[in-house]
């Protein structure tokens, strides 16, 4: 792909500066579309459950009424949208935030669209990218920051091969990746070379037991081809499982890199003829993939979260920590929205279930992560997995963290200790993240009233993904299982 080998980090900036397409009026895209000679404009929006999707115009289509009165499409076939008698819907490109398709065979260029209403022209409140721009501008108006950053570790798995079947009379999947312990001793045409990690033992593993690093190399650079700034990537703990680092940005800024990080990490996983997926927990007995978040508050330029409390945080960050850590179980069910979140969020996988707070500690729920300087000073927080919608969960997180500011909800005292080696009854009595989905589901059901304000989320769009939610739910519950076929056929 990008022929740029080695870069000073001037060089860097200027290369992500070269391919981030950004517009300042539809007269300045609609010239570039002409002299670039784009054949095609890809429309990109994001639903509910957190999923890309695209409608695509030829430019000699896409016209400044595109831009400016926007393009009307059936909002109806969109999972929790609108009804069949108000399906019209209106796609707005954000001309701010372009990006080319390196991966279309003509020349293509994606524009990231935001989602309004036909007869009001305003804002759709399903819309999830309506919901951040909604929260970055209820934290200007609360006089807490100006800019609120989120900066993402994203894992996932690439596998050699998938199947899946969910046939009535056959259900069972199979993923094999040639890095899974489970191929050993399996026969290959080459022969088996060995050079694989343990279970638990992949985490930047160098090469040949690491074998994934140049397809990883491949993804970071189309990814900054995409206008990502990007900083590094390496094989994670499980066998095939692995992170890519992306620059941390602004709220929507940054949740507009994750669909791309997702977008580009699937596809050139498909171009080496393989299979990547952000599934939490897709290989019983390997540690399941997490996303996390670290975050800071900006005012006039300085760290709010920078201080000389506890971990040299401020009195801010703490109470940030309290309304995350308080309202932890409702948030999970836009952090971990999949029945398979939960098994990742296993104990038994040290995941992050104990909802406490620690310096430089990954079994805590929230971590203080070392910074050198005010500047770098911030919160992780490690229970999301890649299934979140991304505007969702930063969304929620932010409004959890200002209503713990304004209610001065304290935290408590961190716990420095691995969390892990607790004795059981102090793990029993710990207040933990929910174990399923549906007991995330009810927390929020319960738990809302947070995000009501200042109309970020509404309650139409919290029931709307409850609804879309408890029907993943029922469809699990109502299927048979292959574990129950073995545990109950002989009884």
Not at 29 to 45: C, T
Not at 341 to 346: A, E, G, V
Not at 436 to 465: M, P, Q, W
Not at 468 to 477: A, S
Request: negative net charge.
């Amino acid at each position: 792909m990008l022929k740029e080998w080695i870069l000073t980090t001037n060089e860097r900036l200027l290369l992500v500066n070269k391919y981030k397409l950004s517009f300042k009026t539809p007269a300045e895209l609609l010239k570039y579309i002409e002299e670039q000679e784009v054949q095609f404009i890809d429309l990109n929006f994001t639903d509910i459950r957190g999923k890309w999707q695209h409608i695509t115009q030829h430019s000699s289509h896409f016209t400044k009424s595109s831009i400016d009165e926007g393009i009307v499409f059936d909002g109806s076939s969109v999972a929790g949208w609108s009804e069949l008698h108000k399906s019209d819907m209106l796609l707005r490109p954000d001309i701010k935030h372009t990006t080319y398709d390196p991966f279309a065979a003509q020349k293509t260029i994606k524009l990231f669209c935001d989602i309004y209403e036909p007869e009001s022209r305003l804002p759709y409140t399903r819309d999830p990218r309506a919901v951040a721009l909604a929260a970055e501008n209820y934290l200007k108006k609360s006089g807490i920051g100006d800019n609120v950053y989120f900066g993402a570790e994203v894992e996932f798995f690439i596998f050699d091969d998938v199947k899946i079947n969910t046939q009535s009379h056959h259900m069972s999947y199979k993923l094999d990746s040639e890095e899974g312990e489970y191929n050993k001793g399996r026969d290959y045409p080459t022969g088996n070379l060995g050079h694989r990690p343990h279970a638990q033992g992949g985490y930047m593993t160098e090469a040949p037991i690491d074998s994934l690093s140049d397809i990883r190399a491949e993804m970071l650079s189309v990814i900054e081809s995409m206008g990502v700034e990007v900083e590094g990537h390496h094989h994670e703990i499980a066998p095939a499982q692995c992170e890519l680092g992306i620059k941390f940005s602004s709220l929507l800024q940054s949740a507009d890199n994750i669909q791309i990080y997702k977008h580009a990490v699937q596809n050139v996983a498909r171009s080496y003829g393989k299979s990547a997926t952000f599934m939490p927990k897709p290989i019983n007995d390997y540690r399941g993939s997490g996303m996390h978040l670290h975050q800071s508050i900006w005012k006039s330029g300085k760290p709010v979260f920078s201080g000389k409390s506890y971990a040299n945080l401020s009195e801010t960050a703490l109470y940030y920590i309290g309304g995350i850590l308080k309202h932890a179980r409702s948030l999970s069910a836009f952090t971990n929205p999949s029945t398979n979140s939960y098994k990742r969020l296993n104990p038994k996988y040290k995941a992050p279930v104990l909802l406490a707070y620690s310096e430089s500690n990954r079994s805590a729920a929230c971590r203080v992560p070392f910074a050198p300087s005010p500047k770098d000073r911030r919160i992780e927080i490690r229970f999301p997995d890649p299934l979140a919608n991304p505007y969702l969960a930063f969304s929620a997180m932010l409004m959890a963290g200002i209503d713990g500011i304004e209610n001065k909800i304290h935290p408590g005292e961190a716990i420095d200790k691995n969390l892990h080696d607790l004795p059981e009854e102090d793990i029993s009595s710990a207040t933990q993240l929910c174990s399923s989905l549906e007991c995330a589901l009810n927390a929020l059901k319960d738990d809302h009233d947070y995000l009501l304000r200042g109309d970020v989320f509404t309650s139409d769009l919290i029931e709307t993904f409850i609804d879309l939610k408890m029907q993943e739910i029922e469809h699990l519950n109502e299927t048979t299982h292959p574990v129950e076929v073995d545990m109950y056929y002989s009884g």
